[in-house]
């Protein structure tokens, strides 16, 4: 029987209180010097102080002094949330020489100081978590953390600039890498590009490079064409499923010749081809680009006609010859593989413009997105790198509105980041390709980055017209003459202060970026969390950018949210140092908070074993007693609390421990 | 399918077409309507620009009679439409508009506790009847009648939830069910002038003229409206509009005109016969018999 | 060439004005604007406005009532709601003009004969007293008292109207009429009560 | 006729609601997190306790807090299909419906006892939670829950777990 009200036998426990001001972050709101003074008044308290800033130097050396000379055998601290110092402060008692699991924090920052207003409020809900602290520390057993070895592999999802420098980073280091990439070849938006702002070289020079380095890295094991399907396991030891999709050629077999494209029997192109965006075809048979890695072709089942009636001359297999490298029977495979880290570096999709309907992009032809373009000014693009319109003509007037599904409540809030830039490269490559008058409709011009700034200057003395006001409409309705037969673009000049008309022959849309339409799915299989807008969630906006609150799971480039070239491959790098930082260490520490039966108690119900996800839980036939297998055991406590007898109990989460947390929440002083 | 109808001050006249048609179609399609016992006038927009505690109290009035019946209001007109669906929101979100309703509403015996939904005729007829169903009750197919659709600007904006406020199309896909051809145009939603034609009437008349010539300059042979000012505006003023700029003359119609029309209503009984500008030449060389 | 000038001072702004627009009803997201102009481009009338929509929202927000209150266009918007879906800050900038409109009339700064005000008067006492609308009776009254000579003008239109029906000189109103009075005054009384 | 003044200014409450929160360390404790970082300011009357999953929530935690004084218990646990182990959520959603027909039994109101899915991004959510739930306990006032002790014993002993 629990006693309620009663404290626990304080005997030789001896705790001391330490309530952080943080600055004026804390001590603005709550009255510190009251709190440590009622802390010193509380059962089996010896010391209590407050102190500017806990987390310092200092602030530990107070600690550590008081538990030479108090003696001390429990620790407070009142400081932010355990999340971010809880590993500190237990540093610190274990410098000290007592179990760091004897420590006790309570989130005075985040949880009171930084969310109320109410001085004497704050203050009273302070005293309230220090009681329950106090109280549930002299209940805390030393505890110890576990030790488990590192699978020295790594993971890396996805194929863009990100995944690519994360993967070279990782096998240059002597790592094995294993890279997935869901498209038939790596390279990501960036293989799509022409150029890249502000230096203007070119993507594919830059980019393929580090492809090819990729494709044949003997440290790289690189899967296309694939996706991760399954994720088990915990940080150190993750388990992987990866699928490989059928693209009915046998890669070990396919040299890249191409001839099978040549010989296919459609002589031209008949699907969309997905790399131009659908601005031009591909036959069934095809290579995505023409730098492609792997270069392994890929035949597309839909558009195949021997995948429709099976009765193709099948002239494919004919050019193929000796090599036997088309299996038109090729299934899918699954296939299983361990590793210690995973590194997500999955990337972005562009805003579809049809949801913003007044920009009338899919209802006027000449009305494209910025990616469209991206391939028509690319020399491998559907045009060979002419800016034409549709019907084949040249334009002399081009329209470029920035913001489009960026900063707006009705599509998206965010700011994208990086469409100001492109808009300034896109310009500047328009005009330089077609002379035409390029007029730029912004809201801001954001160009913080190194030579940004001065790349803006570039297209200003280039003669592009920069008109302030987001674009309310585009549309064929004329008004004026010189209107007829153009798209009006009509939007306010701000800085003009009144609406102006212009018309133009080609809009580009400067879409912004959005989360990868099943971004919501990877984060679930990876077991990480979303902000609001569906970005990854990284762990801390400034000091664990890459990290994620799964351990060993990073993320890199845009997945996180919108980010350029450089900062995706900054951030590649640092993810992939984190996960170096990781295996290196060859054994990382967990969290003792697992659960185990107490077998007397055990009445052998097996009510706890289908709550465990985990399947940690056995029944021990012989003993007619379960049994928690603490390796398994990832300690989120369910079956502690679906126990019926109160028979499993959970380290630094008893039930005594709790509470006396509840009670001291409650009872009052 | 039974509802309170509310017709508004202007179905009772210059819209007198609009409600004859309505009703045929409601009739046809066996939607019951009930008109809302002593309904007033909804406050309208001229109201609310000046006065509007004074406007929620008067649609507030109209709510409360509602549903004291239990019954959902059917608001053919777009001024009455949006007061009374903006009523409801505001009285949501603004404690002192609800405070000031509530004991006006309360001086008079009344009260009221939202339970009423406020919906257009097109709602009803796309959600509740369905294409499906009237296409099948079509007697008289509009014969690929090219018909410019214009929805203005109060029904889907800013309190529609039946229809897409930027790109609105339940009347294009109601007069397709009934064999019509629309015209695409890129004005369908822009503002007709509304009130300004009597007040500042050279702006109006620009805003019409631009209206009907985009209609125009696309094939339309007739425009097709869902609010009564709207109508009012298109029709009344094509000569005077014309003389700014260059005649043009396309009759302007309720979209419940042309669907009383193909479910076999005859002319004279949806107020064609009240048109300025007679479609019946248009109707007679697509050999729609309309008598 | 006449020179005026257009220096502001810290004293020509109103800080009450200012804080009344953020704080009446559809006022809470001014202070969001980003100053992007969609409102005035989406606007079928800002191309006769002498201030933009965008030049009311900053003007308003920042205390500048006199130029506010005397622009033309609030008096031009048609309350079509354009601006209000387009706004990427949700802006309830419809409401707001309705607001500014309300004001102007409150502090007399509309030109005379200016017709928006005395329509609304107008139809403000045909509630009162029928509790509906008699739209020709309504369209007389109010050209009697702002231009009377566009009322021959528009002879020509009314007898059409007239003839095809349109046009009803019948007074539509209500049984109840009593009550219009009574639900009029409570809103007068609780307004002054609550000094909205 | 509605008082006005009643019905405008919020009656001056003398009563302030005793709240404990169980959150979940993944989801619901990062919230609260991050309404503290973002600086947004919400009723001081909750007490939040933290657990590594809100599946740890034995019905004993809650039944001890009303029985210790709370007025109203809260618990944050990840959305559907987003729990950090899976699916301990989801045990704790079955638990808690069980347990709000014991609590009904037991005369404690609905609105006392409620069971809330919150994301680590949505701290927003965590102000405005709280925020209600303060006000509706409000309006219920303090728990008058006179159990006599040997009761308080006989329900903790009680076997209440799913």
Known sequence: MRDLHGWPDPGPIRIGVYVC???????????????????????????????????????????????????????????CSPLLHELTFRRALNAAGINPFFLQMVNIREHVSWVHLDKRAATEKTQALIRAAVRRVSLHKPLQKRRVPINPNVLVVGGGIAGIHAALTLADAGK?????????????????????????????????????????HPNIALRTYSEVVQVDGYIGNYKVKIKRKPRYIIDELCLGCQECIAACVYKEGKAPDEFNLGLSKRKPVYLPFPQAVPQKVVIDPETCIEFKSGKCKKTCIEACGERKAIDFKQKETFEEIEVGAIILATGFKTFAPVRNPNCGYGRYQNVYTSLEVERLINASGPTSGEVVLRDGKRPHSVGIIHCVGSRDANTNRWCSKVCC??????????????????????????????????????????????????????SDWAVHPSEEGKLVIRAED?????VRRIPVDMVILSVGLEPQADAQDVRRLFNISCSSEGWFLERHPKLAPVSTFTEGVFIAGACQGPKDIPESVAQAGAAAAEALALIDAQFVEMEPYTASVLEEECSGCKSCIPLCPYQAIAFLEDKKKASVNEVLCKGCGTCVAGCPSGSIQQNFFEDEEIFAEIEGVLSYA | MKFAYYPGCSLRGTGR?????????????????????????????????????????????????????RQDIVAPCAACYLVLNKTQHYMEDYPEIKLTVTRALAAIGLTYDNHVRVRHPLDILLNDVGLKAIAAKVKRPLKGLKVAPYYGCQIVRPYSTFDDQRNPTSMDRLLEACGAKMVHYSLKTRCCGGSQKGTLPEIGLDLIHYLLSEAHKYGAEAIATVCPLCQFN???????????????????VYFSQLLALALGAPANKIGLQRSLVPIGSVLAEKEIAYA | MELKRTVKFEADRDPEFARWISHTVGGERIRHCLQCGLCSGSCPLSLYMDYTPRRLMHLSREGFKEEVLGSTSIWLCTACYACMVECPKNINITHLMYALKQRAITEHFYPKRFPIPVMARQFGLMVRGAGRITESRLIVRVFLRTAFWRLLGMSALGMKLFRTGRMPLLREKIERRKEMATLLDSVTATKRELAL | MPDLHTELARPQAVFEPRIVAFFCNWCTYLAADLAGTSRMKYAPNVRVVRLMCSGRVDPQF???????????????????????????NYKTLRRFRLLQRMLRQMGIEYERCRLEWISAAEGDRVRTVINDMVEKVRVLGPLDLKLPEELVETILSEEVAV
């Open chain 1, 21 to 79: 001001h943080c600055g004026a972050n804390i001590a603005g709101t709550v009255d510190v010097r009251a709190i440590s003074e009622y802390a010193a008044s509380l059962p089996g308290v010896a010391v209590s102080r407050d102190y500017k800033y806990m987390c310092s130097d200092p602030g530990q050396a107070l600690i550590k002094d008081d538990i030479a000379s108090h003696d001390l055998n429990r620790v407070v601290v009142a400081s």
């Open chain 1, 494 to 498: 701000t800085l003009a202060g009144f």
């Open chain 1, 421 to 474: 830039m492109y808009s300034l490269k896109l310009a500047h490559l328009v005009k330089e390709r077609t002379g035409a008058e390029v007029f730029n409709f912004y809201i801001d011009m954001r160009t913080p980055g190194k030579g940004y700034e001065e790349f803006y200057d570039r297209l200003l003395d280039e003669g592009v017209h920069f008109v302030r006001g987001r674009v309310a409409e585009v």
């Open chain 1, 176 to 216: 094995q890498v294993h890279l997935v990439e869901r498209e038939p070849t790596i390279g990501g938006h960036m293989a799509m590009f022409d150029k890249t702002f502000p230096t203007l070289d070119c993507a594919a020079c830059i980019l393929t490079p580090k492809m090819t380095a990729v494709g044949s």
């Open chain 2, 17 to 69: 077409a609009y409600e004859e048609s309505l009703l045929a179609v409601f009739r046809a399609l066996d939607i019951e309507l009930e008109e809302l016992d002593d309904w007033n006038c909804c406050g309208a927009t001229t109201y609310m620009s000046v006065d509007e505690l004074t406007s929620y109290a008067l649609a507030g009035r109209n709510l409360a009679l509602a549903e004291r019946k």
């Open chain 2, 234 to 252: 298109l029709e009344s003023f094509q000569k005077e509009s014309g003389d700014r700029h260059h005649p043009i003359s396309i009759p302007v």
């Open chain 4, 62 to 88: 809650v039944l001890a807090a009303f029985a210790g004084g709370a007025d109203g218990v809260l618990i944050g646990g990840c959305h559907p299909g987003d729990c950090h182990y899976q699916e301990g």
